[in-house]
């Protein structure tokens, strides 16, 4: 396996805030992992994932992608190999579905027929008939359906590294449970890297390979779920577990 | 008044096609002019605050105030009075092209960004579509406000169906001031109505 993404020391700071929102971060991802990343609000997993597209740049430190420093990338560019899924989902209402999964292929010139083939093999990969989807607008889908064409959109182009910012945190929780099954199917078939924001503790353990804890902008463990289960790190990891042990649906059951 | 139009329909009728002639002249600068504008001002906030203020001051200055200030420098006439207006219409259509290019949600802009998107595709492809209600609401405020004014252009011998009212008032013409306030209000009625209907159209098309 190699690296896909390496943070070097990596540090960002917001004008007005008390402490580092990332500060000084190490951490290495191999290539075909799933990594949940959780914490609080604030805790810093959203600015740590936009550094990675670029919608933030660190005050400090390096990021790589594949061995290489993002920062001497055209960012525009670089986004294109990266499939970016938000919990507002920001799908273009005046496009039809397949016109928004045609975005980016489409700056990419691909020929409009294997544009369309890809448009019919992704609905189908997130659980949608084509034939019934495809020249529907956003509108006239629910939210699990929309969030479903955001994940196909960000899949479009069969990215190396997909980054999803809590995408299924404003979905209702029965559909919040097949999008969670249909991702772990979608990672396991991609053989990509896929970070995952989440401050779900449940989500986090059932999909991630391994589990990034972030508080106050810093790395608390990261490892896979059951060692960070059996050999909390911390006080603050072992009271995050302590607060869901009673729950029947968390992991290991 | 039937009287007065069986005998001047064709100085009437000339007096119509001025007015439409001047309004769909200034129309036609206004949309382009605006339209490089605004593109200009997607690229700097500074340059559209500090334009935003100066046509909205503009705009606050009376038209024949400032039909008068300009007649010394371009003269009296059609060049002068669609001047004006095109410069009226600028704080009209700018202002409401500015803000439904800029209140598109800020999530849609964040994910375009995040797949890729260059600014100028975002603009093209995704702003602009989601703003056009916005920009012809703009551009129907100022074609009934240019029908409107075009009318006391005639103050500076632009023609059009001012002349006709002027000259009513002038003359004391009964009949004069009838044709012209019918004509001018007639004009602006229809076409605002017309524009309604357009407008609705464009509404459906979008939410669908």
Same mark, same amino acid.
């Given at each position: 396996?190699?690296?896909? /993404? ?20 190490? *951490? ?23 550094? %990675?597209?670029?919608?933030? @740049? ?52 691909? $020929? ?6 890809? /448009?019919?093999?992704?609905? @189908? ?6 034939? @019934? ?16 064409? !955001? ?103 | ?11 009437? =009728? ?9 309004? =769909? ?28 203020? *100066? ?13 008068? %200030? ?12 669609? %001047? ?16 439904? *290019?800029?209140?598109?949600?800020? $999530? ?13 595709? %975002? ?12 920009? =012809? ?10 029908? !409107? ?60």
């Amino acid at each position: 396996m190699s690296t896909a /993404i390496g943070f070097k020391n990596v540090s960002k700071h917001f004008k007005g805030a008390g402490y580092n929102a990332v500060d000084h971060v190490n *951490l290495s991802i191999e290539h075909g992992e799933l990594i949940t990343i959780l914490g609080s609000s604030g805790c810093g997993k959203t600015t740590l994932l936009k550094m %990675i597209n670029r919608l933030y @740049e660190p005050d400090e430190g390096r990021i790589e992608f594949f061995g290489e420093d993002i920062s001497s990338s055209d960012p525009v560019k670089f986004r294109r190999k990266i499939g970016y899924v938000i919990q507002q989902i920001g799908l273009f209402p005046h496009m039809t579905v397949a016109d928004n999964i045609a975005t980016v292929p489409k700056i990419l010139k691909w $020929s409009k027929e294997k544009i369309n083939a890809r /448009i019919d093999e992704l609905l @189908e990969l997130v659980g949608l008939e084509p034939g @019934e989807f495809r020249n529907r607008y956003p509108a006239q889908l629910s939210g699990g359906q929309q969030q479903r064409i !955001g994940l196909a959109r960000a899949l479009a182009v069969n990215p190396d590294v997909m980054l999803l910012d809590e995408p299924f945190g404003a979905i209702d929780a029965i559909n919040r449970i097949n999008l969670q099954d249909e991702l772990l199917k979608i990672h396991a078939a991609s053989k990509k890297t896929f970070l995952f924001v989440t401050h779900d503790i449940n989500e986090a353990f059932k999909l991630g390979t391994r589990v990034l804890i972030m508080d106050q902008g810093n790395i608390q463990q990261f490892d896979t779920p059951d060692n960070i289960v059996e050999n909390p790190a911390n006080d603050f990891v072992r009271s995050l577990i302590d607060s869901v042990k009673g729950q029947e649906r968390f992991i290991g059951d | 008044m039937i009287d007065y139009l069986l005998r001047y329909h064709d100085k009437l =009728f000339k007096a119509f096609l001025e007015h439409i002639e001047i309004v =769909f002249v200034t129309l036609v600068i206004s949309i382009i002019l605006a339209g490089i504008l605004t593109y200009i001002m997607m690229y700097s906030q500074l340059l559209t605050k500090v334009m935003m203020n *100066l046509f909205a001051m503009i705009y606050s200055i009376p038209s024949l105030a400032l039909f008068s %200030i300009l007649v010394p420098i371009t003269g009296l006439g059609k060049d002068t009075a669609i %001047i004006v207006l095109v410069l009226y219409n600028q704080y009209l259509i700018l202002r409401n092209a500015i803000d439904g *290019l800029n209140n598109v949600e800020a $999530s849609i802009i964040e994910a375009a960004t995040g797949m890729g998107m260059s600014k100028s595709q %975002i603009l093209f492809q995704v702003r602009l579509p989601l703003a056009l209600k916005a920009i =012809f609401s703009g551009i129907h405020l100022s074609v009934v406000s240019t029908i !409107g004014i075009a009318t006391i252009a005639a103050s500076i011998n632009a023609g059009g169906i001012g002349s006709v009212l002027l000259d009513g008032l002038r003359t004391l013409n009964t009949a004069k001031i009838l044709w012209g306030a019918l004509l001018s209000s007639g004009l602006a009625i229809m076409v605002n109505a017309l524009l309604n209907i357009i407008e609705k159209r464009l509404t459906v098309i979008r939410n669908i």
